[in-house]
């Protein structure tokens, strides 16, 4: 069965960096690296946010209120997708989550919580 698990959040001073990672366990290397990987975000009471989208040719693409400080990338012998998050400002606090599709689904982990206080 194959899950998703995230890890790396806490709780930072705004302008410091957070690298979160994403570990696909019971994922086969072939479905891993061709599976379109997105990093989500959600604050209470508020939709969750698309941050961050990893596709299998590796190209990616960011919410125009992270581009230029968070980096999207793949560790295929981990199989993790990790986030590198730099310069981090208040308004990035929120619980952030993984997903992909796979095998007919949407596979969400459970999140990270992330603050950052000013």
């Known amino acids: 069965q194959v899950r998703l698990v995230e890890s790396g959040g806490g709780f930072v001073q705004a302008g410091e960096s957070l690298k979160l990672s994403c570990r696909a366990s019971g994922m086969i290397l072939s479905s891993f690296t061709g599976a379109t990987w997105h990093w989500y975000r959600q604050v209470p009471g508020k939709q969750r946010e698309l941050v961050a989208t990893?596709?299998?040719?590796?190209?990616?693409n960011y919410a125009d209120s992270v581009k230029g400080r968070f980096t999207i990338s793949r560790d295929n012998v981990r199989r993790s997708v990790n986030l590198q998050m730099n310069g981090l400002k208040p308004e990035d606090t929120a619980v952030y989550y993984c997903t992909t599709y796979y095998s007919g689904k949407d596979l969400w982990g459970p999140g990270t919580q992330v603050t950052v206080s000013d």
């Open positions: 990893l596709s299998s040719d590796r190209s990616t």
